[in-house]
């Protein structure tokens, strides 16, 4: 083999070696290093949602809890979290033996009074979650996201029905709050996918 051929030949691999070296470092770092969607003041992350059919969810784990967005004419309800001072959207932790569904429809029911509510499955959350009182490490987790879509004289109905308020102190819709740094970071990311 001719000189420059070999010299054209060892510059070939070597570009070759480092396309793959490169190929192999950026894989790597989408794999590590996820970009998150919004973090709230609690140190959690929300990393994504995820398009998959609600009847897979069990595919993950741990599933720990499901949320819902409210929208009533074209404004996002929103409730005050006693705890955790701040607005946020609808939702709580799933209880043993319930799906994601079964959680949202009885946490629609104690935090907003409604019955058999007709909620629609978006996706599943995917969160990089702080320490905290339910689990002393950072951890993965996810959470069911569901939209549901009212009429406006179903606020009378929910202002006297709903039960949880305790926790959820008071009601708001989004466009109404005047301190908007009171909004859950995340919820207020998750208010965009309900249209």
């Known amino acids: 083999m001719p000189k420059y051929n070999r010299l054209f030949y060892l510059q070939n691999i070597s570009i ?4 793959s070296y490169a190929n192999i470092n950026i ?20 990393i ?8 897979k969810t069990n595919r993950y784990s741990p599933v ?25 959207i609808f939702g709580g932790c799933i209880e043993k033996g319930e799906s994601t569904k079964d959680c ?10 409604l019955e058999n509510a007709d909620c629609k499955f978006i996706g599943l959350m995917k969160y990089k979650k702080a320490p905290s009182n339910f689990n002393p490490e950072p951890h ?20 006297k029905y ?8 008071s009601l708001s819709f989004y466009s109404d709050i005047s301190d908007k740094s009171t909004v859950s970071a995340i919820a207020e990311k998750l208010l965009k996918l309900w249209q």
């Open 64 to 88: 720990t809890h499901s949320m819902v967005i409210v929208k009533i004419g074209n404004e996002y309800l929103m409730g005050w979290n006693h705890f955790r001072k701040s607005w946020e």
């Open 48 to 55: 994504d949602v995820l398009k998959t059919d609600e009847s």
């Open 27 to 46: 894989r790597t770092k989408n794999i590590w290093r996820v970009e998150m969607i919004a973090k709230d003041e609690n140190g959690d992350e929300l």
């Open 162 to 169: 709903r039960k949880d308020r305790a926790e959820i102190e």
């Open 140 to 159: 993965i987790e996810y959470g069911g996201l569901y939209g549901m879509n009212l009429s406006k004289s179903s606020l009378d109905t929910i202002r």
């Open 16 to 19: 070759i070696l480092n396309y």
């Open 104 to 113: 949202i429809v009885r946490e629609i029911n104690e935090e907003l009074g």
